[in-house]
């Protein structure tokens, strides 16, 4: 259920739908389904299989596959690009995430007449911006130093049949409306020859490493926490299932949308036919159809982003563990510090990105998701795929499927992981910067 906290999340919502609303809709969906299937669940079952194995960060567990020093160093080294990789997710997460807490705070100022608290709240600016960004990492620095992380995440497994839920409701609401339609059709039918496109399928990557948080230890980490009775194909499965499943649902939600606020007049696309703006598009898109729905649409709105709030905690929370765990681990700092100093850090860094918005918003998103997470998922494969001991991996995975060996999983996944996935990742990326 954490991994599945952690893997939902912005990601799901806010991420994929608006990468599928500009890269030509059914086309990104398809590459982005076929990738998750063959190149994210493989790339996470390796994060979870080693973590499990480690029982300790992604620095440690991926430095203990081999004896050879040279081994060691590179994986040493990819553990310490991951974690910086994590603050650096986590610096413009928080900034999403407090949009998402401004905007259900805005709809209780609604709800109790206080018109001109509720529109800025929901307006564009530095002040606010600040504000909620600041309050969402304290939230995340708060729970994590109080050690209340379980607690959190078993009152998030209850939260999110409910989001799920509201996400299926406002689903076939939204499909009622005029102009629904022609999203559904931008959705779903593809154009094929867009498919095909190197920034198209280098998005479309990043985006399924993203939502199921890999790549920076993550996962690792929390394959740590996994019992040892746990059949691990069949829980990375799970998390694989409820992840994209809700990134699929989203886009019925989101791209249907697009076009129902595009038929009340709300200006979405720019004369060349590109969004207007991506980061903030379902910012626009929602609250517009919250307002279709008269009295009850402040209710809804307080509801969805409330719940999205909760689902980015549960996501933040994973990433803050990250640095935490490998400066706990290996530095011998005490837990209440490092969360401090590096919660203090990254909401700096997330200051200096808002500050700088138009230029390091999107700069930062692209270097990290689009190209840290799948070059760091690369490293992942090969290093459980070709260095660490194949009998030991398993061992690893017998212990809570003893039959593995005979099944389908055990006969593809360590050939997959070992040839198919770094040449597909590889081949990707050169595409990408050709
Ligand atoms: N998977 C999260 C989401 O979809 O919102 C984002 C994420 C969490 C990325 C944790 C990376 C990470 F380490």
Request: with cysteine.
């Amino acid at each position: 259920m954490a991994a599945a906290g952690s893997a939902v999340g912005l990601g799901n919502i806010w991420g994929f739908p608006t990468q599928a609303a500009s890269n030509g809709g059914a086309a990104f969906l398809i590459v982005y389904l076929v990738l998750a299937f063959t190149l994210a669940y493989p790339a996470l079952m390796a994060e979870l299989i080693l973590g499990r194995h480690a029982h300790a960060n992604a620095v440690t567990a991926l430095a203990g596959t081999s004896r050879n020093p040279v081994a060691q160093w590179i994986g040493r080294s990819a553990g310490v690009v991951g974690f910086i990789v994590a603050s650096l997710i986590l610096s413009f997460y928080a900034i999403v995430a407090g949009w998402m807490m401004s905007h259900c705070l805005s709809a209780i100022a609604s709800l109790v007449g206080a018109n001109d608290l509720a529109r800025w709240l929901v307006e564009f600016g530095l002040a606010r911006n600040l504000l909620f960004m600041a309050l969402f990492m304290g939230l995340t620095v708060a729970i994590i130093h109080a050690g209340v992380r379980d607690g959190i995440e078993r009152w998030s497994s209850r939260l999110m049949p409910l989001l799920l839920i509201t996400l299926v409701l406002l689903v076939i609401y939204v499909l009622t409306l005029d102009g629904a339609m022609q999203g559904l059709r931008v959705y779903l039918m593809p154009d094929m020859a867009s498919a095909l496109s190197p920034k198209l399928v280098i998005s479309a990557l990043g985006s399924a490493f993203f939502s199921l948080s890999l790549g920076v230890g993550t996962m690792l980490i929390y394959g740590s926490y996994i019992s040892d009775k746990e059949n691990l194909p069949v829980a990375g499965g799970l998390v694989t299932g409820v992840d994209i499943g809700i990134a699929v649902l989203a886009g019925f939600l989101v791209l249907p949308a697009m076009y129902v606020a595009l038929n009340n007049g709300v200006d979405i696309f720019a004369a060349d036919g590109s969004l207007l703006s991506e980061d903030t598009l379902i910012f626009a898109v929602l609250p517009a159809l919250f307002e279709t729905m008269g009295a009850t649409g402040g209710l809804v709105s307080l509801c969805f982003f409330f719940l999205m709030s909760i689902a980015a905690l549960t996501s933040s929370i994973s990433m803050l563990e990250v640095p935490v765990a490998y400066t706990i681990e290996n530095h011998g700092v005490r837990r209440h510090r490092a969360v401090l100093v590096i919660g203090v850090l990254i909401a700096l860094v997330s200051t200096i990105i808002l500050l700088n918005f138009s230029t390091l918003f999107g700069l930062v998103i692209a270097v990290t998701t689009r190209y840290s997470q799948p070059l760091l998922g690369f490293v992942f494969c090969i290093y459980v795929g070709w260095i660490w001991h194949r009998d030991s991996l398993l061992q690893e995975l017998q212990r809570g499927a003893p039959n593995v060996e005979s099944t389908l999983f055990w006969t593809i996944w360590p050939w997959h992981l070992r040839l198919v996935c770094p040449a597909i990742i590889l081949l990707i990326f050169v595409q990408s910067i050709r």
